[in-house]
């Protein structure tokens, strides 16, 4: 793991200014440089670098962070290998600590994962030269409609008919390397006193390098020549290459997915590589596995919209109920998730060779959104006129909508089954897990009309001009992580306060309080705002929205930063006194200790609501006189 402490001296050290103009074009303008996103389509610029918070956002597609989080988006780096990358600009070596991970032990690991590259670039290398040399090979891609250029590409290669073709390339076979890197097969060999054989994995096959977002093999899928099971094998799971994490043709789609505005995924490599020839750069595929919550997770980094291409068959109708699923917790109201079915005697390519581009561009831009599809999936089969078929679309649906983020898509989602199924909102809310404070019901509990969902039409408030005030605990989390200083204010009973309530950002608040004492070591002023988002971001949470906010026009600057601060502090102590206050008025007051406990808290209520007049009155003249 790498010291917090370190990521934010890092940060200090290096320019985001100058990590994202090695990159990107920028043009400074006022205080902030601007440039076109280089993360979607645009023409007019909306991307803004600012020297003074060490941070990016892009107005269009909303992505957000520091020079770290630029590198991961950019080159496609994990948050290690973006720090490491940092800080070899600023000449520092990276530190580890945690007794998990011994230095020898990190060592080793490192040692084993080069060796494990240095083998997997020497067989991709022997695999191209082999297609080079293969009639055979070379007739079936041309066969299948593929260019030299486009199978120079995508690396593609050939492993001839031989048990061991690889000994050709490799002076030791018998290194331990070729069984880890998965090219290689041993086993023991029954009657010879132990002994093991070793032949290669693929033999007679296409060869598809699969590599990771920084252009490295670490993988390949082979595709048998003619007939022949498996028709596609692929690479096992190794230190370099895990499937559930990995897509096939990203590296290569990269440029063509943030020009186009979208990705799509399709089921095959050949796919891919056809898709790209024939107009269609930005596809990308799985392997051999069924979409991942990691797969979606990822391919937002380079895009808001994701697109799956799937045969109209059963299966291909299976295979979209998983990638739905796994889209669900990542999507909101900025990203998208469509479906695209082709006929069952199509897949992408024949499609596109039989109608046309143009055709097959129509069919990409009527795909079926996940909203769409997901209420298909929750009414399908069954009769929503009776009360049984109703009962069993909400069983359907609460698990597939519990684990959406609140968002206006989520909202309308959920209205659209309420009236599916008949029901009062104030039952239905409940059975699909949003009866949790501060998720629906208003403080008076008579519907969700200012918590989640937007009341009916006729019950609106008549002024609706000024969007609702951001909940308390929410004011403070974007003020504190914005000026982090501004902790040295807030007192300790306040600290108890914000990490001892029920606030559904409770965990956000801990971790950024914890955060805030750590890398300041008792002086807030020493802790940078790129440094905290970038360790709560990596530590898991969703903070993308929290980010957006910081450049209200509330909180741009300091001192009204602070004043935000202490108003949010001084209402949530006089929430905590008024409940207080409520539960000893319970007790008819009999105990002499329970009568003071209460003068107190009337007296410090008192306190605080004199202060707030004041602190509005001085806020009022001072506006006056400005």
Known sequence: ?????????????????????????LKKQGLNYWACCPFHSEKTPSFSVSPDKQFYHCFGCGQTGSAISFLMAYSGLSFVEAVEELARSVGLQVPHEG?????????????????????????????????????????????????????????????PDSWSPLKQCFDNYEAPELVEAGLVIEREVENRGGSARRYDRFRARIMFPIRNERGQVIAFGGRV??????????SPETPLFSKGNELYGLFEARAAIREAGYVLVVEGYMDVVALSQ???????????????????????????????????DMAGRKAAKRAMESSLSAVNDERQV?????????????????????AFGRMVASAEPLSQFLMGEITGGLDMATMEGRSQAL????????????????????RKLIELVGMPEKEVLPWLGFAAPGLGANKKGKGFGFGMF??????????????????????????LIRYPALMATVSDG????????????????????????????????????????????????????????????AISDESMAAVQLKGALGKMRMGQIDAEMSRLAKTVLTNVEDQEKYRELSKELMQLREAEKAENERVWEKADII
């Not at 799985?286 to 697109?307: D, I, P, Q």
């Not at 082709?342 to 143009?358: C, N, W």
């Not at 039409?457 to 974007?478: C, E, F, S, W, Y």
């Not at 988002?533 to 903070?543: H, P, Q, S, Y």
Request: proline share 7%; aromatic share 6%; charged share 25%.
């Open 395 to 414: 069983n359907r649906a609460r698990p597939w909508v519990s684990v959406m983020k609140k968002s206006a898509l989520r909202t309308q989602i959920v």
């Open 278 to 312: 024939l107009g269609f750069p930005q596809a990308v595929a799985t392997l051999g596995t069924a979409c991942t919550e990691m797969h979606v997770r990822k391919l937002f980094r380079y895009t808001n919209k994701v697109v799956f291409s799937f045969d109209g």
């Open 454 to 479: 937007p009341r009916q039409p006729g019950h609106m408030p008549a002024r609706t001009a000024r969007p609702p005030a951001p909940k308390l605990d929410r004011q403070v989390l974007r003020v």
């Open 494 to 553: 306040q600290r108890e306060m914000l990490l001892g309530g029920t606030s559904e950002n409770r965990s956000l608040l801990a971790a950024l309080v914890g955060l805030i004492d750590q890398l300041g070591s008792g002086d807030p002023a020493k802790v940078q705002y790129a440094a905290l988002v970038e360790m709560l971001r990596n530590a898991g949470f969703d903070i993308e929205q929290l980010v957006a906010e910081t450049s209200d026009d």
């Open 99 to 159: 007794p998990s991970i011994p230095k020898e032990e990190r060592q080793r690991k490192q040692a084993q994962q080069l060796a494990l590259s240095d083998v997997m670039s020497r067989a991709d290398s022997y695999y191209r030269s082999m297609l080079k040399i293969s009639p055979e090979a070379i007739e079936y891609l041309r066969g299948r409609g593929l260019s030299g250029q486009i199978a120079a590409r995508f690396g593609l290669g050939y492993v």
């Open 225 to 234: 020549l003619g007939k022949g099971e498996p028709k596609y094998l692929n």
């Open 338 to 358: 469509l479906f695209l079915f082709l006929p069952p005697e199509h897949d992408p390519d024949s499609f596109i060779r039989e109608k046309g581009a143009e």
């Open 1 to 25: 793991m790498i010291p917090n402490a370190f990521v934010q001296d890092l940060l200090t050290r290096v320019d985001i200014v100058d990590v994202v103009g090695s990159r990107v074009q």
